[in-house]
């Protein structure tokens, strides 16, 4: 294992490169020497042309299919390496545009990542032309169904007599009652619900370069007691500002029905690049 | 590193958000070049692991097969 003269250690078939993402190759790119997926590998640019990679040496020990699997059975393992991988690309987003690969994208050589930034230059490039100067946010809505529940006394006159029945009901009566109430509260939040989102999509579209809807996650997911409404990502200019006036503005709009808004970010482009390249 | 202590439950809806993120998008490259793993499995592994670290998988399981309708307030109604 001793290594002579700069060269690096470890044998050639010993060890892989894992891409986190692609940067233009002049791009002020700053790396932060203490992160990476494999702490004895510090992430490098490989710059070839136009474009340079943001990669980082592993050991084909760890990260080739076969281990691969079993490791994203280890929650401390998966954990600490997305993290990693999401570090590295956010350290760099401060700085520059970046085009972020998915987790555990490994070439078995350099002379292959080299070769892919070479043949897929031109798809690359475009891709980072698409996302040059901007960030990906993350929106997401909740309602607090109480107070939506609540709230909905005010605004209906059917669930107003159906609350007071309920209210002033004993026993078994005060139970159907009761379930009265909340069937007409489930039915209302649906429609509530579509609205929310047709209307704050739409908002927000308005306020960034292009948005996506993903999926709606449930509260032992997200974390959070409230239901989950919209869960948007938008592709906006980087320091702007306008999305998140947006979201204030829609937080305002139904604050009083029980709604609230998070954002998240900035983020890598995650929503906003191919899912493939290099199809044949 | 404290990835094996009790995360606090922010950090926790964070890493939830990486998944959706860091596994579920970004770049995939097709072809015979790399190593990575289909980003189908990829994403079941991963989510699946993760909630069994934070321990709401057995709820969720729970959840799934004796729930099929969606929550409902307590009889009642509603509160305030």
Redesign the interface.
Not at chain 2, 49 to 53: C, R
């Given at each position: 294992m001793s290594s002579s003269a700069g060269a690096p250690a470890g044998a050639r078939n010993g060890s892989g490169w894992y891409l986190y993402g692609v940067v233009a190759a002049d791009a002020p790119a700053q790396l932060d020497a203490g992160i990476s997926v494999d702490p004895a590998h510090g992430v490098e640019l490989l710059a070839e042309g136009p474009l340079a990679a943001l990669a980082s040496k592993v050991s084909l020990e760890e990260f080739d299919e076969e281990h691969l699997r079993e490791r994203l059975n280890d929650p401390a393992w998966l954990e600490r390496n997305i993290r990693a991988h999401e570090q590295v690309l956010e350290r760099v987003l401060a700085s520059a545009s970046v085009v972020p690969f998915r987790f555990c994208t490994v070439y078995r050589s350099e002379a292959e990542l080299r070769r892919f930034l070479s043949q897929r230059g031109s798809d690359l490039a475009g891709v980072l032309r698409r996302v040059d100067g901007k960030v990906e946010l993350g929106v997401k809505a909740f309602v607090d169904r109480e107070r939506f529940a609540a709230g909905l006394g005010t605004r209906s006159e059917e669930a107003r007599e159906l609350e007071a029945r309920a209210a002033g009901a004993e026993g078994g009566r005060a139970y159907l009652e009761g379930r009265r109430f909340d069937q007409l509260v489930a039915k209302e939040l649906e429609r509530f619900a579509a609205q929310v989102v047709e209307a704050s999509h739409a908002h927000l579209l308005a306020a960034a370069e292009e948005g996506t809807l993903g999926p709606l996650r449930s509260p032992e997911v997200s974390g959070r007691s409230d239901e989950m409404l919209l869960n948007g990502a938008y592709l906006v200019r980087a320091g702007g500002g306008e999305l998140e006036e947006a979201v204030a503005a829609l937080a305002r709009r139904y604050a009083e029905q029980g709604v609230s808004f998070e954002v998240t970010g900035p983020w890598p482009p995650y929503n906003f690049v191919p899912r493939e390249v290099g199809a044949a | 590193?404290t990835?094996?202590d009790r995360h606090p439950?922010?950090q926790?809806?964070?890493?939830?958000?990486?998944?959706?993120?860091?596994?579920?998008?970004?770049?995939?490259?097709?072809?015979d070049?790399?190593?990575?793993?289909a980003?189908v499995d990829?994403v079941y592994?991963?989510l699946r692991?993760?909630?069994?670290?934070v321990g709401?998988l057995e709820?969720?399981e729970q959840?799934a097969s004796g729930n099929g309708n969606?929550?409902?307030?307590a009889?009642?109604?509603?509160?305030?």
């Open positions: - | 590193m990835d094996r439950l922010e926790q809806v964070t890493l939830i958000e990486l998944v959706d993120r860091v596994l579920n998008r970004g770049v995939v490259l097709s072809g070049i790399t190593l990575s793993v980003g990829l592994v991963g692991v993760l909630l069994a670290s709401t709820r969720l959840q969606g929550k409902v307030l009889a009642g109604g509603p509160r305030r």
